[in-house]
């Protein structure tokens, strides 16, 4: 039976009762309680050292409570927080018509648009979606060169209408090649098969295309330079406008884990971390805060399923230490003075009581880093049971 003070076990209780995945401060919150106890008890020893003996088993008995022995470790740590975002889709492009006609085919909201389909129709001729960063401005035919023929001879590339030795995709120059390719498109659209890509025959955007709103009717007439459709990329990005002050812990490449408005947690991974901060107001114009973009790809984006500009929670890690001596932590004793300490055991069975310093905390495993004289790697720290 171990000769641990009543206010010992009493702190350690209080300590446990924390969850072990709580916020910093609650922990730090819960000291005030713990020291009333402690005081109370007057059980904390002016030298921190106090004899025991362990079980057989390894474990040790603190006054009735059952108590383990758990290793310090050494190793990297890092600490989440949790913050609000939105989950929604990314891009936004808005589809400009270069033909003059009728309209004869529409896409509905919501559907999906890829390479080499048809978005649209214009006097009864299908208008292909193609994809590149620049916009349709002029008719395309053998001869040219630009970047608007780079972005076709791509296209015809990726969509099996040549292969990359017949036509280099990194090519911008329109040649017989180009042409050829141009003309098995034209035949899968029902076009007229000339190797011609007349200007209003194709739309470059920079990704497939899903469409969020149609501007005209079916039988309107449309003309050139005319908006006729708004779109988005199919793929869903979480957006997280971050305290500035968190940046420097976030990194490219990092997990994260969402939570969806049902509960449901998915994992991701951050894809982008904005290097502008933002200045934003609360509603009453004050408390101005300073926040950085976040961007944090689904690594399931179906497990979204139709959530749209949703809000979402997000725990990404925000500040990390590369070489930390780590407990669980509820192996945390609050002084009656004030600060912390862990109780260790030494091979003979001895129990010590050694103040530490705590850095970051860990709520995803419920640990958090120490430091101190006598703190090293392999040193036995009493815990709760579970």
Do not use: C, W
Not at 89 to 96: K, L, M, Q, R
Request: proline share 6%; glycine share 12%.
């Amino acid at each position: 039976m171990s000769t641990v003070p009543t206010a010992a076990g009493a702190a350690r209780e209080l300590v446990a009762s924390r969850q072990p995945h709580g916020k910093r401060r609650l922990l730090l919150a819960g000291a005030v309680l713990l020291v009333a106890v402690l005081g109370a008890a007057g059980a904390v020893l002016a030298t921190g050292r106090f004899v025991g003996s362990g079980s057989p088993n390894g474990g040790v008995t603190d006054n009735g409570s059952a108590t383990t022995l758990q290793l310090v470790t050494q190793g990297p740590l890092t600490q989440q927080t949790s913050v609000s975002a939105t989950i929604a889709y990314t891009g936004s492009y808005s589809v400009v018509n270069q033909a003059s006609g009728t309209i004869t085919a529409l896409p509905t909201a919501g559907q999906i648009v890829a390479q080499g389909e048809v978005l649209y129709g214009v006097g009864g001729a299908p208008v292909v979606l193609l994809l590149g960063a620049t916009p349709a401005h002029r008719g395309l035919q053998e001869g040219m060169s630009g970047a608007d023929v780079a972005e076709l001879n791509a296209d015809l590339v990726a969509l099996d209408l040549a292969t990359p030795v017949q036509l280099n995709p990194a090519s911008d120059y329109f040649s017989a090649a180009t042409a050829l390719a141009l003309e098995h498109l034209q035949a899968n659209l029902g076009l007229n098969q000339n190797g011609i890509l007349a200007l209003g025959q194709a739309v470059f955007l920079p990704t497939a295309a899903r469409i969020t709103t149609v501007s005209p009717s079916l039988g309107a007439t449309v003309v050139p330079g005319q908006p006729v459709l708004q779109a988005t990329s199919p793929a869903k990005l979480v957006v997280v406008q971050l305290d500035a002050a968190l940046q420097t812990g976030v990194e490219v490449g990092d997990p994260a884990t969402i939570t969806l408005p049902d509960n449901q947690t998915t994992p991701g991974t951050v894809s982008n971390v904005g290097t502008v901060a933002t200045s934003t107001s609360g509603a009453s114009g004050s408390n101005e805060t300073a926040t950085v973009e976040v961007d944090i790809t689904l690594d399931d984006p179906a497990a979204t399923g139709d959530l749209d500009q949703a809000p979402v929670q997000v725990a990404v890690i925000t500040a990390r230490v590369d070489n930390a001596y780590i407990v669980p932590v509820n192996a945390l004793l609050a002084l009656a003075g004030g600060g912390y300490a862990v109780e260790t055991v030494d091979a003979r069975g001895v129990h010590h009581l050694l103040p530490v310093t705590l850095g970051l905390f860990d709520d995803g495993d419920g640990t958090v880093q120490i430091s101190g004289s006598g703190i090293s790697a392999g040193l036995q720290v009493v815990v709760p049971s579970t």
